[in-house]
């Protein structure tokens, strides 16, 4: 994730294609007490979108990436998603597995195609899918935001964090972003990094003139450590330290 969003710019967008697919992917490095509760609320957001668009093809990808624990098993009792593994232990290159495999055989043009990102230690509300539907109706690439699990965090920590985050600012998450795969595609996609792999997607595509809009939240873990050299958990950690909170304070951290 990006510790210094841009704002959801916005020129007016051009008219896009009609979308016809959404391809949800979901990387996993040992997330086996998470995926559960994340797959659960993905799974309500795409019965969600079905009620409102039944015509549209509509597929989940979790990337099972250099698992050491029950994340398999515990994906693998679920028939609403494909997974794939792979050994690379690189978020970057995890999100770009779960694309190539999701779009292989997808028999729809590229720029109907949206890819919906997320990641295994989130859960998103039941309109999730809906609302990334509708504001990609007319742009190539949606930013939308993150919150940190309030259970997981101190009053004083969770507070600092809306302060420094308010919701109409908007967000730069590959926990909570979405692109046309069109675009995706002509900026050569996720780049294979451990870290910073939606700033580069999104400097890209800005680069390339891409159009983009913000919106949606999901919530995420407030753990402090986390599965990338600086990512969000690094970024909470910070927190704490900057007002000097203790294990106690800001509860489980698992």
């Known amino acids: 994730m990006s510790s210094s969003p841009p704002s959801c710019a916005q020129d007016l967008p051009r008219p896009r294609d009609p979308i016809t697919a959404v391809l949800v992917v979901v990387p996993a490095h040992d997330e086996e007490d998470r995926i ?17 668009d039944a015509d549209l093809a509509i597929s989940v990808v979790v990337v099972l990436d250099r698992c050491t624990d029950d994340t398999s098993a ?13 050994g690379s232990g690189c978020v970057g290159a995890a999100r770009r597995a779960g694309i ?24 998103v509300p039941a309109r999730w ?4 539907l509708a504001l990609a109706s007319a742009c190539d690439l949606v930013l939308g935001e993150v919150e940190p699990d309030a259970g997981e965090m101190s009053p004083a920590s969770l507070a600092l964090w809306r302060a420094r985050h308010p919701l109409d600012r908007g967000g730069l998450h590959g926990a ?12 050569g996609g996720f780049a294979e990094v451990a870290d910073q792999e939606d700033v580069l997607l999104v400097r890209a595509l800005r680069a390339g003139g891409a159009s983009v809009v913000g919106g949606t939240r ?19 950690a910070g927190l704490d330290d900057e007002l000097g909170a203790t294990p106690d304070e800001v509860g489980s951290q698992a």
């Open 100 to 123: 190539r495999h999701g779009t292989a055989d997808l028999d729809h043009d590229p720029a109907g195609v949206l890819v919906v990102n997320t990641d295994a230690d989130c859960t």
């Open 176 to 187: 909570n972003l979405s692109v046309r795969l069109d675009a995706y595609d002509r900026v």
């Open 218 to 236: 999901v919530t995420t873990s407030g753990r402090r450590l986390g599965r990338v050299p600086s990512g969000f958990a690094t970024y909470l």
């Open 74 to 86: 515990v994906v693998g009792v679920r028939h609403d998603v494909t997974a794939v593994a792979i």
């Open 36 to 52: 559960g509760a994340c797959l659960d609320s993905v799974r309500r957001a795409v019965d969600e979108l079905a009620r409102v």
């Open 129 to 132: 899918l809906v609302e990334h």
